[in-house]
């Protein structure tokens, strides 16, 4: 599956041979390069937020550039609520998540893929049901089930009496860890690889473990690195689920804890912009090395070519 | 397979490869199903079934029949909800489609730089939307805000954005098509690059011009694209929350709470489970409906392509 975005040559954007078509051809970068950066803004106005000295946040009209670059702003900002623990719990919540969804999500799209096992086709219609399922409806029940969870946070063997899941590793971590998408994609892909070398494998007696895990795993690296990716991505800015388990700083995550930072505090916009940018900057870091894999994932999503 | 078969022993042996396949499949798929079952399954069904109590963390959870339901249609903020998600879905889907449409016709050509161009409209979209709602607030600021600074350097009034029940919901409109113009706008230049070129060629010896070439080919041959685009875009701003949660709080005045917002609301601010349950269930209704259209249209699609 080729989704590389390689520019098609078409005939109608021939290199211009006149001085009018070099002109036209300026004037479209020139617009074209506007609109990107218009794009940018803001971005550029959070990280210019973030270093601007106190007074100069409050001017009207706003000065883009700081006069002076004052990086304290993000020691600062750290100190002034917990975004130490904040981005600790984020960092695990992201990476469990990636490894959860990808190693079970290969596992079981190479199973829908390659073994076509009793029940695979309801089965994986309960996984394409899941899909559809909006997160909202079923909030309420997880979070019912979290807090009565038997045998955690106090809780008797009936679930009463304590806090369950709630505010714990297990609540934060669990409902949400493999992701059916992840499955359905790895599904797609395993799909697109060839027989041989599975049967081949077969014929000499190899375990289907040892096939899924030794021959065609290592034949899935685009599809691992486009969904871990995808993975870290919605575990890193994963929001509502969060905000209705955690109710402690200790299991706050990154953006739950800039929520709250911004309705605790008299809003401190340098802060709160230093701690914003440090929010984003990993997830803008891994697109900008793994672009491909993003135009790859979001491209297999829907449009098969 | 049919060589191995025909003779006793090796038959033998593919029975048994075809047990070990079975036994393989379902276990690969367990963690992954019984996950599900737990968390998503389950869950849905518990969710119906509150939705016919009057529940409540706090007490109650006795079964009121459909009461929920009636009461819904005399909530005036219920349909209050209903009609802001309605404004913004109107709002936010067709126009990030159509300047993503837009942006993909002028960046499907050979361009210098085309990478970059394409991250700087796909940017928005790694990242958190609440970390970037966080950001958009500071731009709307009243008093500071660089939005309003722009404004009135083009001559024009400055607006109170997030805190006049006018401009709240415009406000939430733009920061989401900004951030969601990125995706759209790749799988549109993805769709184009599946346009086989013979078409493009026999258009032009045929002597069509660039506008006969968009309006008869081009735009004719995004069309499973564009509906595809429709109804993500459709489900996903019917279940907008975060920036709803971050910028407003549903408010000034209820003008932006939407439905995703209400369900939230009512269950863990006001603690009405039942309620809410009920409100989720209508939501998931209308995302099914939605989805099933679209499973229709992309089969018949199927033979078309």
Redesign the interface.
């Known amino acids: 599956m080729d ?1 590389s ?1 390689a ?7 021939a ?1 211009p041979r006149t001085a009018l078509g070099t002109l036209r051809q300026i004037l ?2 020139l617009l ?1 390069t506007a609109f ?2 218009a ?5 550029i ?2 990280v210019s ?1 973030a270093l601007k000295p106190e007074p100069e ?6 000065k883009l550039i700081p006069s002076t670059l004052v990086w304290a702003n993000f020691v600062k900002a750290m100190k002034a609520a917990a975004f130490p623990i904040y981005f600790r719990n984020s960092l695990v919540q992201a990476v469990v998540h990636t490894v959860a969804s990808v190693f ?2 290969a ?2 799209g ?3 893929a390659r ?6 086709k309801p ?1 994986f219609l ?2 394409l049901a ?1 899909m ?14 979290c ?1 009565n969870m038997p045998l955690f946070g106090g809780n008797d063997m009936l679930g009463h009496g304590g806090t369950g899941w709630l505010n714990s590793w297990w609540g934060l971590l ?5 992701s ?1 998408y992840s ?1 359905f994609m790895f599904r797609q892909f395993f799909q697109s690889l060839p027989r041989e070398l599975e049967e081949a494998a ?1 014929i000499d007696g190899a ?3 040892r096939i ?1 895990w030794g021959i065609m795993l290592p034949q899935a690296t685009p599809a691992v690195a486009t969904l871990s990716i995808f993975a870290f ?1 919605s575990g ?2 994963s ?2 689920w969060p ?2 388990i955690t109710t402690k700083d200790q299991m706050r995550t ?2 739950i804890g ?2 709250v930072f ?1 309705q605790d505090f008299n809003v401190q ?1 340098a802060y ?2 230093a701690a ?1 940018t440090l ?2 900057i990993p ?2 870091l ?3 090395f793994g ?1 491909r894999y ?2 790859k994932g ?2 297999m ?3 098969k ?1 | 397979m049919a060589v191995a078969t025909a003779k006793g022993k090796p038959r033998y042996r593919y029975q048994g ?1 075809e047990r ?7 276990l ?2 367990a ?3 019984l ?2 079952l ?7 069904f ?2 119906v079934g ?1 939705s016919f109590t009057n529940y409540s ?1 706090l007490g109650g959870g006795k079964f009121i029949g459909i009461q929920n339901y009636i009461k819904m249609i005399s909530d005036e903020l219920f349909w209050t909800a209903l009609k802001n998600t309605l404004v913004y879905s109107f709002w936010t889907v067709p126009v990030t489609m159509a300047l993503a449409l837009f942006l993909a016709l ?1 960046l ?5 730089a ?11 979209q ?7 709602a ?6 709307f600021n009243n ?4 939005i309003n ?1 722009v404004l ?2 083009m001559g024009l009034k400055a607006v109170e954005w997030l805190t006049s029940p006018t401009w709240a919901m415009p406000a939430i409109v733009i920061m989401s098509v ?1 951030r969601g ?1 990125g ?1 759209t706008m ?2 549109f ?6 346009i086989p ?1 013979y078409l ?1 060629e026999a258009a ?1 010896i045929d002597g069509a011009n ?1 506008r006969q ?1 968009f309006w008869r080919i081009t735009l004719p041959l995004l069309a ?2 564009t509906f ?2 429709l109804v ?1 875009g459709l489900i996903g701003s ?2 907008v ?2 920036s709803i ?2 910028m407003t709080g549903g408010g000034p005045s209820h003008a932006t709470t939407t ?2 917002h209400q ?2 609301e009512q ?2 601010q006001f603690t009405k ?1 039942g309620y ?2 009920a409100e ?2 209508v ?2 209704i209308v ?2 409906i939605i ?1 099933v259209i679209n499973m229709k249209y992309v089969k018949s699609d199927a033979d078309y392509v």
């Open positions: 989704v975005l520019p098609r040559p078409v005939s109608r954007v290199a479209f970068y074209l990107a950066l794009w940018m803004v803001p971005f106005w959070m937020t946040i409050y001017l009207f009209p706003p079970f999500g596992m079981a190479y199973a829908f073994l076509k096992f009793r029940g695979h089965m309960l996984l899941k559809m399922v909006p997160s909202q409806v079923t909030l309420i029940p997880l979070f019912l089930l807090k669990v409902p949400g860890a493999i059916a499955i077969r375990s289907e473990w899924f991505q890193w800015n929001f509502l905000l209705v990154i953006q800039l929520t911004r916009w709160l912009m914003t929010a984003t997830m803008i891994i697109f900008l672009q993003f135009v979001i491209t999503t829907g449009m070519g | 490869m070990t396949k079975q036994r393989a499949g379902l690969f798929v963690p992954a199903l996950h599900f737990i968390f998503t399954s389950i869950p849905v518990v969710a509150i963390p002028i499907n050509r050979k361009l210098r085309l990478a970059w161009y394409r991250a700087a409209f796909y940017m928005p790694v990242t958190a939307t609440v970390a970037i966080v950001v958009w607030m500071w731009m008093q500071f805000g660089v600074w009135e350097g900004w113009l995706g790749v799988i230049l993805a769709a184009q690059q599946g070129d493009y032009r660039d070439i499973p694209a595809f685009l993500t019917f279940q929350f975060d949660y971050v439905i995703a369900i939230y269950a863990f489970m809410a349950s989720a269930v939501l998931t995302v099914f989805t």
